[in-house]
């Protein structure tokens, strides 16, 4: 790998369900946290936000399959996938249970975790985040203000034909300005980290396949929290998108949701935000290994 080195983290890779995984960590002490991107991100979009965990935590942060360094060629991209993935890493590792934090396009794939396996989760964190079956999938109706990169992921062979080559033009000088709100939080770095990954042969299909997934699953993931609806504590962190986040986190857990939201904030939050992010991540994790 060749990504940008930074002192505080390690990098490791497992073969995990099928397919490699990658994952960096940081932090000796502490309960183990596990950190999940969206998407256009890989596990450097928490690079700020994890020197700020380790001193009190042990911090890993993992590239989903199809993502950043972690395996790109093996079948199945989906939700599903991603979950058992990230229960079996947990079990290899001896990590359980995590405190989980996740932005994005992972909510299917982490909700799944938790509502299967909640003995891999002491608490979820939920990001800017939302469920097919809950509203998500209204983010595709270009018709009433959805995104049209959602379908364009989408679509078998789109992203490599639209996407494949101007990953740094996508990056840099379209998706990040629009969807980001505190000048400068996403730099010339960042972008070209991302570009290095996302630019690999079969760079986007990690993305394809959480947002084909995204558009077919919402009956199953309904039906799944519906029969197995989670149990433990879970934080709704919103910024950009509000209080949707709280929302769908509130129809899918037995128990209260604590929120917090992050004004004057885009998006991207672990980017944007790293220290209001943190302070909300250690007080609540504080609270719950206290308890």
Do not use: K
Not at 7 to 14: D, F, G, L, Q, S
Not at 123 to 139: D, K, V, W
Not at 212 to 222: F, K, N, P, T, W
């Amino acid at each position: 790998m060749s990504g940008p080195a930074l002192p505080v983290v390690t990098h490791h890779t497992a073969p995990v369900n099928g397919t490699t995984i990658h994952w960096v960590a940081a932090g000796s002490t502490g309960s183990p946290v596990l950190l999940v991107h969206g998407f256009p991100e890989t596990w450097w979009t928490f690079h700020r936000l994890v020197p700020l965990l380790a001193a009190r935590h042990r911090v890993l942060a993992v590239d989903l399959r199809g993502f950043g360094d972690s395996g790109l060629d093996c079948p199945g991209h989906g939700s599903a996938d991603s979950a058992e993935d990230l229960h079996q890493l947990i079990g290899q590792l001896g990590l359980g249970p995590v405190h989980l934090a996740a932005q994005d396009i992972s909510g299917a794939a982490v909700v799944r975790l938790a509502a299967c396996h909640p003995e891999d989760v002491r608490s979820l964190t939920a990001i800017e985040m939302g469920l097919p079956g809950f509203g998500l999938e209204g983010l595709a109706d270009v018709t009433h203000g959805g995104s049209w990169h959602i379908g364009a992921l989408a679509a078998p062979g789109v992203p490599e034909l639209l996407l494949a080559g101007r990953e740094e033009e996508f990056l840099g000088r379209m998706w990040f300005p629009a969807m980001t709100a505190v000048p400068g939080a996403v730099t010339r770095a960042d972008v070209g980290e991302l570009t290095r990954t996302y630019s690999r042969p079969n760079g986007w299909r990690g993305a394809a396949g959480l947002y084909r997934s995204m558009l077919a699953e919402g009956d199953d993931v309904r039906e799944l929290v519906t029969a197995r609806p989670l149990t433990m504590p879970v934080l709704a962190v919103g910024a950009g998108g509000g209080a949707f986040t709280a929302s769908t986190m509130r129809q899918v857990t037995t128990g209260e949701v604590a929120t917090v939201q992050l004004d004057g904030v885009g998006h991207h939050v672990a980017l944007e935000a790293p220290d209001r992010l943190a302070t909300a991540l250690l007080d609540f994790w504080g609270r719950i290994d206290a308890a």
